[in-house]
C-alpha cells in the first residue's frame, strides 16, 4: 500500500490552527487599543463578577500553572488592569481583583471581540454557523474538553 503525500492545506487541523491564530490576532489586535490582551481573557472572564479571587483560583479557571498566572497577574497589575489586596482570611495570600478603569474599559472590549467574531463569520448562514460549533464541539470532545464545551 502506497502511502499518500503529506498535504497539509487538505487536512482539517491545519486549518483549524490556521483560522484560530488569524482569529486571536485579530481579537488582539482589537484589544490593544483598549488595553487588553487575549492572553488575559481567562483573568477578565474570572475577575467580570467584581468578587476578588486567589491567585489559586485563577490558574485553575484558566487551566495553567500558578507560576505561569503569577506572571500574567504581574504584567496587568502593571498594565493597572487588577489590583491585590490582601486575604482577609489568610495573611500570606492576596486577592485580586479588576481595577475601576479596567471594569469602565470591558463592554468596549466585549463589543470588540464580538465585532471581531460577526467579520470573521460573516459569510456564513446561520445554519452554517450552527455546524461549525456542533463540529468543533465534537473535535474538542474527542481531544478531552468536554467539561469546558458545557
Request: proline share 6%.
Amino acid at each position: 500500500m502506497t502511502e499518500s503525500p503529506w498535504a497539509p492545506r487538505e487536512s482539517v487541523s491545519f486549518w483549524i490552527n490556521r483560522v484560530s491564530r488569524s482569529l486571536l490576532r485579530a481579537q488582539d489586535d482589537a484589544l490593544k487599543p483598549l488595553g487588553f490582551s487575549v492572553g488575559q481573557l481567562s483573568v477578565l472572564r474570572t475577575l467580570k463578577s467584581g468578587e476578588p479571587t486567589s491567585l489559586i483560583e485563577l490558574a485553575r479557571s484558566a487551566g495553567v500553572e500558578p507560576p505561569s498566572m503569577t506572571q500574567v497577574v504581574a504584567r496587568m497589575e502593571r498594565d493597572d488592569i487588577v489590583q491585590r489586596v490582601p486575604n482577609p482570611d489568610d495573611g500570606r495570600s492576596a486577592l485580586i481583583s479588576l481595577t475601576d478603569s479596567a471594569v469602565k474599559r470591558l463592554p468596549s472590549a466585549r463589543k470588540a471581540l464580538m465585532d471581531v467574531e460577526k467579520n470573521a463569520i460573516a459569510s456564513l448562514s446561520q445554519q452554517d454557523r450552527e455546524m461549525l460549533i456542533d463540529l468543533l464541539k465534537k473535535v474538542g470532545v474527542r481531544l478531552g474538553l468536554a467539561e469546558e464545551l458545557d
